[in-house]
């Protein structure tokens, strides 16, 4: 069975460019997760989805993010416009039902640099 | 919201037991304990939980403080690979995950 699939891996953009970030959680998972991972801290949420719903995206940054998951499948994640401070790691992570005892299953990430 | 606490790093020998802490004195009666790893260049990955009892799986064993306000991740034999960051968090009822904090840099010396 495919894992979480993100894509790119990797991007490399000058700032105030836009960028995305796809994912494709694995089949049959309801809840999808957006975090951002900062060099050598935890991973730190931004969205989380219930199919297409986004339950919790208190701490997505509106004013450049935003994200969508039409379909309550696949996901994007945008920003608009990138500044430096973004250079992070985009992880991606799905769940399937089990409330608070179900596995959290990651992508492996999508490092963004901006210059 | 409940916060987890873990030392920033720790060593080990290869081959030997590590024992990995957790602090969680804020956590509700619902809350379930899991630990994640992270190695490097890769997303985290599920490692183990629970809610009151010890567990226990093919990666590790979790102990957990009958007050519940503390736990142990144990990997029982050190590998090279068991090399990473160990976090520590808490999912309540609605599923919803509390931050996972810095975690824990485990470093393996062979």
């Known amino acids: 069975e495919a894992g979480v699939v993100q894509s790119p891996r990797y991007k490399i953009i000058e700032k105030k460019q836009p960028v995305a970030f796809w994912c494709n959680p694995i089949?049959?998972?309801?809840?999808l997760y957006w975090y951002l991972q900062n060099l050598g801290q935890g991973p730190e949420l931004l969205i989380r989805?219930?199919?297409?719903?986004?339950?919790?995206d208190s701490q997505l940054p509106k004013d450049r993010f935003s994200a969508e998951r039409l379909k309550g499948v696949d996901s994007t994640l945008k920003i608009q416009p990138a500044e430096l401070g973004d250079s992070a790691v985009y992880l991606c992570?799905?769940?399937?039902?089990?409330?608070?005892?179900?596995?959290?299953?990651f992508g492996e990430g999508s490092r963004l640099t901006v210059l | 919201d409940a916060k987890t606490t873990q030392p920033n790093s720790m060593e080990s020998n290869e081959e030997e037991p590590v024992h990995l802490p957790c602090n969680h004195s804020?956590?509700?009666?619902?809350?379930?304990i899991h630990w994640y790893r992270q190695l490097p260049s890769q997303g985290p990955e599920y490692v183990i939980h629970?809610?009151?009892s010890n567990v226990n799986n093919r990666m590790a064993s979790l102990a957990i403080a009958e007050d519940r306000k503390s736990s142990t991740l144990i990997l029982h034999r050190a590998t090279l690979r068991d090399a990473a960051v160990y976090y520590c968090?808490?999912?309540?009822?609605?599923?919803?995950?509390?931050?996972f904090g810095g975690g824990t840099r485990l470093m393996v010396k062979p």
């Open positions: 992570a799905s769940r399937g039902p089990g409330g608070n005892t179900g596995e959290l299953f």
């Open positions: 089949s049959g998972h309801n809840t």
């Open positions: 989805y219930e199919n297409e719903e986004a339950v919790d």
């Open positions: 804020t956590i509700s009666g619902t809350d379930y």
């Open positions: 629970g809610l009151t």
């Open positions: 968090i808490l999912i309540n009822n609605a599923g919803n995950m509390l931050t």
